[in-house]
Nanobody, 116 residues
Framework: QVQVVESGGGLVQAGGSLRLSCAAS????????MGWYRQAPGKQRELVAE???????NYADSVKGRFTISRDNPKNTVYLQMNSLKPEDTAVYYC??????????WGQGTQVTVSS
């Protein structure tokens, strides 16, 4: 069994900041990519940012310059620092963890709400 648990969501005013955390644990072989996705009401789930075990990052254009993804490999933990938040960032944020044989594990999601 693999557990992926997110934390850090909440309500913030536009222009504010939040930091999300995600920890993977259990019978996971070895993690390759860890990433954050989000899904707003009525919209498809979309990639926000991802990071490889070697530290290579990829961001959605809409968050470049505002969000920063980082990870702690020994702790199987990934973080998402979100600055200059906008109302359009409001969504449920999900953590996804891929192991080295491409199995994916999702967290339950954490709500981020940005008020204008």
């Amino acid at each position: 069994q693999v557990q992926v648990v997110e934390s850090g969501g909440g309500l913030v005013q536009a222009g504010g900041s939040l930091r999300l955390s995600c920890a993977a644990s259990g019978s996971i072989v070895r993690i390759n990519v860890m990433g954050w996705y989000r899904q707003a009401p009525g919209k498809q789930r979309e990639l926000v940012a991802e990071i490889t075990s070697g530290g290579r990052t990829n961001y959605a254009d809409s968050v470049k310059g505002r969000f920063t993804i980082s990870r702690d490999n020994p702790k199987n933990t990934v973080y998402l620092q979100m600055n200059s938040l906008k109302p359009e960032d409001t969504a449920v944020y999900y953590c996804k963890t891929d192991d080295i044989v491409s199995r994916s594990y999702w967290g339950q999601g954490t709500q981020v709400t940005v008020s204008s």
